[in-house]
């Protein structure tokens, strides 16, 4: 059984974290806000949604019924539209059904200074009874990102709050900017993957994760100690379990790939060889016999 080490405690989570909130009195939450970067810097108004998966890459786990990247782009141009309405530039690393590789999606994330990279995804395994919502993150600064997106969807969605959790995938661990990985729900679950397939549900899901976007300089970032308990404003800067230790199963497939297409190339080369040699033994046998009649 894997081991994951659960965080607990906000003093813990704000001493890895770089707090975004300003020193502003808070605006209440049924209140909108203009999200704002630390230390007086200008304002993140363009924001990279990346649809998981796409193209030939279905995404979840063989004989899956429901697609994985179909509902992943649905979710991620809903959350555009919702985002686009706030007055925020969306960049879209793919706006259809294509495939993009891991490494073109970071370099479009990354080619934007002032901005945050939210990809979006859907949850698959075999255990059909596994459901719930996990948001992902790396960097220290990704952190308030996670917590404000994760708070809404979680808090909105009729499923299990599976928690956020710090890991190494690629388009996490490459991206320069404050980046997420949105797990929405389990497709291989009857249930979620019933409500992943309402559009009113993937409506819920944009709309929850463009308000963790828009809301994230709310995040408090201080210990419990040092907030004021009846500061009902902030969002709560969520415990995570650390799973930095586990391996990127996107990139665990692509070697994979490659390796199989390695083998296959070798073999096609192998047989090629073992064909041309059987082509000259029967040239020169050929060669023999003449030479013989000929004699």
């Known amino acids: 059984m894997r081991k994951e080490f659960l965080v607990f405690g906000l003093a813990l989570a704000g001493a890895l974290v770089t707090t975004e909130a300003s020193g502003a009195t808070p605006t209440p939450r049924s209140q909108t806000r203009a999200a704002v970067s630390p230390d007086g810097a200008r304002p993140a108004t363009t924001i990279v949604i990346d649809a998981g998966h796409g193209g030939f890459d279905r995404g979840g786990i063989p004989r899956q019924r429901v697609p994985e990247s179909m509902m992943n782009l649905d979710v991620a141009q809903r959350l555009k539209t919702v985002l686009q309405s706030y007055g925020y530039r969306v960049v879209m690393t793919r706006d259809s059904d294509v495939f993009i590789p891991l490494g073109t999606r970071v370099a479009i994330a990354n080619s934007y200074r002032d901005a945050i990279f939210v990809c979006i995804h859907f949850n698959a395994t075999g255990r059909s009874s596994a459901n719930g919502i996990e948001t992902y993150f790396y960097s220290s ?57 309402s559009v009113t549900y993937r409506q819920k899901l944009a709309d929850e994760i463009a308000r963790g976007v828009r809301e994230r300089s709310l995040v408090s970032g201080s210990s419990s100690s040092e907030r004021v308990a009846a500061d009902a404003a902030t969002v709560p800067l969520q415990p ?42 029967s040239t020169k046998k050929k060669k023999a016999d003449l030479a013989k009649t000929e004699e």
């Not at 690629?170 to 409500?195: D, K, S």
């Open 141 to 197: 600064q990704s952190l308030p990102l996670a917590s404000a997106i994760h708070y809404y969807v979680a808090g909105g969605a009729p499923s299990e709050n599976r928690g956020v959790r710090r890991r190494g995938f690629y388009v996490l661990r490459n991206t320069r900017i404050p980046a997420v990985l949105v797990e929405c729900g389990f497709l291989t679950n009857p249930t979620e993957a019933q409500y992943a397939q």
């Open 240 to 281: 995570f379990i650390d799973q930095t230790h586990s391996r990127d199963p996107d990139r665990t497939r692509s070697k994979h790939k490659r390796s199989s297409s390695s083998k296959s190339s070798k073999h096609k080369k192998s047989s090629g060889s073992e064909s041309d040699s059987g082509k000259k033994s």
